[in-house]
């Protein structure tokens, strides 16, 4: 495939200008800047969709900054779109800016994008008639977010085709060093053309369209944009699109039959713009088949003037230092010397990738891989997020963000980081607003996750990541309103109303409190009350209660008013008092678990109710959840797990004593009680992570009662109940387990506890061992600031009664 030494323009070929590239290839966009500035043509035409005709003239401002992405989206779907991405080392993109700097028209003359997201919408209809859905096409694929291209429809790559052809058995490494590592020889601006042109065309031969007959009908549709160019500017035009199409675009084809692939195409009614795009978006890895492994990789070729090893190595062993790896000046030379020779070993022009890889691992990586996976993370792919300015069309929801975004000093990253908000400062407030109202708009731009340090309600945390795909979930929710919290407003009434269960309802209450929705809590509180009065299922009322109280408490900290809420709060717990005992009655193991969470959890409501209550009702609500669990501890119709709850819960409230907990658990361990029952109400009793092994641990008596029963339980009964007995005690910390083992082994007291001799472990005497006590005495003054001077030398029985 090597070209005749004969002068550029003797060698082009008549017509227009083809020069086919390979998308984001920085070789690629050299050779064609090389290209235009020799030929000088009047017009350039692009692959692409002609739609974006009138956003080419934003790519000249100064706030534009690739890579970007041109986003088509059906008018009235905006989820069913297309991007078509551009890197600073895109082809497309170096012609869109010559063509700008020179002030000669450029025009995109792929298929519009009104026939291919039309394409997508039939396609899905008839996969749904038919029952497919497994594979997508690659026309789906890029309405899903990746770039339209004919060549990953052939079943065979063909660059992979060529590689194998040229001996080599990567064809990143082939493209590599034919492409990139070789600049333009001999003055020949256009030889590269020509030669990968005529390996497409000989390609092409063998397997024609690839399979994918839809890339004729794009063909047809550029061939038809060519012609019309030739007759405004003659033969003097640049094409710059995908090499597989150049032989096409070659072919001599008549208007008529052209039209006849056009006709009856189907239509839909589309918007396009500017949005911003990343590097790691551009990888294969991500899933979004872009054409490139390594944009990080290819945006260093492109943009280093020269030594592009060197240079790359500095920042490999910058990145490493920001990461407190020993990384020196020698390191870097190093890796350089190893990976020129391993190119000259190779054969290679110049080191790629795979050698200066090679070289970061075995001298500035030690051969780890662990930090190379970074350099490959960071550098490799990268995380270099576009921007696209403000004239950019976009829907008013988009600009009010962008608006938003601003004041508040919230950027888009694309790296992602965590945020630390302190809900008393008002511009924490405005974040954690704009926050929840995008997540109520199913604009997952940021993850609420639990704080460091601090569990108020004055603080959240939460980890940010922009992702271009979200600019389309931005357009999607443009349907609710021209302002996020209008937007925000309207949807949450539509969900509201579509709420399936009540426990939907007050989880949505909770989220409009958090997102300040004031406009939107009435028709919630509404819709919550009207549920509530005609839900009669104590599971589903035990669902929902924690949410309001949880909800209560986020508005107290907003300074929202919850009076409304407090009141449906207040009358849902009491149904729920009134309902939960005959609920509980004659349930199997499966529900009764289920029962035993929602007693936790209505629990863990009433408690914090009662203390934001200020009026007599809510301040009362304790005594009467009280006097609920009480009659689950006395009815035999209770399930076992449940009772045994009950009992706890009384226990630790403070609302039965030791002695009666004994008793009660006396009475289910008898031998009267089934093996099975009393293993569930141990479960309730000690088990589900509440402390239950430390309150065995430090009341040997229930322990005995427990060691007791386990003792007496039939070897025909104990394989049943051993499975619950272990999930029980499984759940405990491993120290926890150690020490009740201790206990256990050093066997049965009189008293009915367990054995506490002097060979048993230190620490569980009989007494106070106040020797032992004595000893943290000097750190206990030092800590609570006591001096002899004070006069305070005789308050050791006060100190030693601390330890107790």
């Not at 092409?204 to 399979?211: D, K, L, M």
């Not at 070729?301 to 592009?308: C, E, G, I, Q, V």
């Not at 920001?322 to 870097?332: F, G, K, N, P, Q």
């Not at 529900?591 to 969470?597: F, L």
Request: overall charge negative; aromatic content about 4%.
């Amino acid at each position: 495939m090597s070209a005749p030494d004969t002068g550029s323009r003797a060698r082009r070929a008549p017509g227009p200008l083809l020069l086919g590239v390979r998308h984001h290839g920085p070789g690629s966009a050299r050779a064609v800047r090389a290209a235009l500035d020799e030929a000088s043509p009047r017009a350039v035409l692009l692959e692409g969709p002609p739609e974006a005709d009138a956003l080419i003239a934003l790519a000249a401002d100064e706030d534009m900054r690739p890579p970007v992405a041109l986003l088509a989206h059906v008018v009235d779907e905006p989820g069913r779109s297309a991007f078509w991405p551009l890197a600073e080392f895109s082809p497309e993109w170096v012609a869109i800016r010559w063509a700008l700097e020179h002030e000669v028209p450029a025009r995109f003359i792929d298929l519009p994008a009104t026939h291919t997201l039309a394409w997508g919408r039939e396609e899905e209809n008839e996969k749904e008639a038919m029952g497919e859905g497994e594979e997508e096409s690659d026309e789906e694929g890029a309405r899903d977010g990746s770039r339209p291209q004919a060549a990953e429809a052939v079943r065979i790559d063909p660059l992979a085709v060529l590689a194998e052809t040229a001996g080599y058995d990567d064809a990143e490494r082939w493209w590599e060093d034919v492409i990139e590592h070789r600049g333009v020889r001999g003055g020949d601006a256009f030889a590269p053309f020509e030669v990968l042109a005529e390996a497409m065309g000989a390609l092409r031969e063998v397997y024609g369209a690839g399979g994918h007959e839809r890339d004729l009908v794009r063909e047809a549709h550029m061939r038809l944009q060519m012609r019309a160019a030739q007759r405004e500017f003659g033969d003097d035009v640049a094409v710059v699109c995908g090499a597989w199409h150049v032989p096409a675009l070659r072919q001599r084809t008549s208007v008529t039959a052209d039209r006849a692939l056009l006709r009856g195409l189907p239509k839909v009614k589309t918007d396009m713009t500017w949005v911003p795009w990343t590097h790691r978006r551009l990888s294969r890895v991500s899933g979004y088949g872009a054409g490139i492994d390594s944009p990080g990789w290819y945006g260093h070729l492109f943009a280093a003037a020269d030594r592009p090893i060197e240079r790359w190595m500095t920042k490999v062993a910058g990145l490493l230092r920001d990461e407190d790896r020993l990384v020196s000046s020698a390191h870097v030379i190093e890796a350089v010397r190893l990976a020129d020779t391993l190119a000259a070993m190779r054969g290679r022009p110049l080191p790629g990738l795979t050698e200066t890889t090679d070289a970061v691992r075995a001298v500035m990586c030690e051969g780890s891989d662990v930090p190379l996976a970074l350099v490959h993370d960071r550098l490799v792919v990268g995380d270099v997020l576009g921007e696209v300015p403000a004239a950019a069309p976009a829907v008013p929801l988009q600009r009010d963000l962008a608006r938003l975004q601003r004041r508040l000093r919230l950027k888009p990253e694309a790296q992602q980081r965590e945020l630390e908000l302190d809900l008393r400062k008002d511009t924490d407030g405005g974040r954690s607003r704009l926050l929840h109202r995008l997540r109520l708009l199913g604009v997952g731009w940021g993850e609420a996750v639990a704080s460091r340090g601090s569990t108020g309600t004055f603080r959240e945390t939460w980890r940010l990541h922009w992702e271009p795909e979200l600019a389309v979930r931005v357009a999607e929710a443009g349907v609710w309103g021209t302002t996020v919290v209008a937007a925000a407003t309207a949807k949450a009434e539509a969900d509201a109303v579509g709420a399936r269960s009540l426990a939907d309802v007050t989880g949505l209450a909770e989220r409009c409190l958090l997102a300040e929705l004031p406009d939107a809590l009435p028709v919630v509180m509404r819709i919550l009350a009207d549920r509530a009065a005609l839900d009669a299922d104590v599971g589903h009322l035990a669902q929902a209660l924690p949410a309001l109280v949880r909800s209560l408490r986020y508005g107290d900290v907003r300074g929202t008013g919850t009076q409304a809420l407090a009141e449906v709060a207040a009358g849902l717990a009491e149904r729920v008092f009134v309902g939960l005992p005959p609920a509980c009655a004659a349930l199997d193991p499966e529900a009764a678990e289920e029962m035993r969470g929602h007693v936790d959890a209505v629990h863990g409501a009433v408690g914090l109710l009662a203390e934001g209550g200020k009026d007599d009702s809510r301040a009362g609500i304790r005594g009467r959840w009280h006097a609920v669990l009480g009659t689950l501890c006395a009815r035999d119709t209770v399930p076992g797990v449940v009772r045994g709850r009950a009992v706890r819960l009384l226990l630790d409230d403070g609302e039965l004593g030791q002695e009666e907990a004994a008793r009660l658990m006396g009475l289910v361990l008898s031998p009267g009680t089934a093996p099975a029952d009393a293993a569930a109400w141990i479960e309730g009793f000690v088990g589900g992570g509440s402390g239950g092994g430390m309150l065995l641990v430090h009341d040997e008596r229930l322990l005995g009662l427990v060691d007791s029963w386990l003792t007496g339980v039939p070897g025909a009964a104990f394989t049943d109940v051993l499975p619950l007995l272990r999930r029980t005690f499984s759940a405990y910390e491993p120290g926890v387990r150690r020490t009740l083992g201790e206990l256990v082994r050093r066997g049965p007291t009189p008293r009915g506890g367990l054995a506490t001799t002097t060979s048993g472990t230190p620490g569980f005497a009989p007494a106070l061992d106040t020797d032992r006590a004595g000893a943290v005495l000097p750190v206990l003054r030092l800590l609570l600031g006591l001096d002899e001077a004070d006069g305070r030398v005789g308050d050791d029985n006060d100190l030693v009664g601390v330890g107790r």
